[in-house]
């Protein structure tokens, strides 16, 4: 399984960002995908997560109305759409994905909302 994602960066307060997680390894299409952050200091946390056909999607409460999380099954990769972003998003984010009981991570991608 490997995951990496990209798309990070420096971004001002309400601006837009869009992640992608690109996966191998695995039968992407079979399997549900997280998003989650880490912010120094704190615990990593989920941000969002999309069930494996995209038909379902959940959220944690900071991010629900403001960020989108979906997949392309035919290219192995989801995304996270993170819109009106907030200094307090800033963080780390990665993707995970889990296989039998085993967690996948990815490298992480760095966000930072700041003017």
């Known amino acids: 399984v490997h995951l990496v994602e990209s798309g990070g960066g420096l971004v001002q307060p309400g601006g837009s960002l869009r992640l992608s997680c690109a996966a191998s390894?695995?039968?992407?299409?079979?399997?549900?995908m997280s998003w989650y952050r880490q912010a120094p200091g704190k615990e990593r946390e989920l941000v969002a997560r999309?069930?494996?056909?995209?038909?379902?999607?959940s959220y944690a409460d900071s991010a629900q109305g403001r960020f989108t999380i979906s997949r392309d099954n035919a290219k192995n990769t989801v995304y996270l759409q993170m819109n009106s972003l907030k200094p307090e998003d800033t963080a780390v984010y990665y993707c995970?994905?889990?296989?039998?009981?085993?967690?996948?991570w990815g490298q992480g991608t760095q966000v930072t909302v700041s003017s």
């Open positions: 390894g695995f039968s992407f299409s079979n399997y549900p």
């Open positions: 999309i069930e494996s056909s995209g038909s379902s999607t």
């Open positions: 995970k994905t889990q296989s039998w009981a085993v967690d996948y």
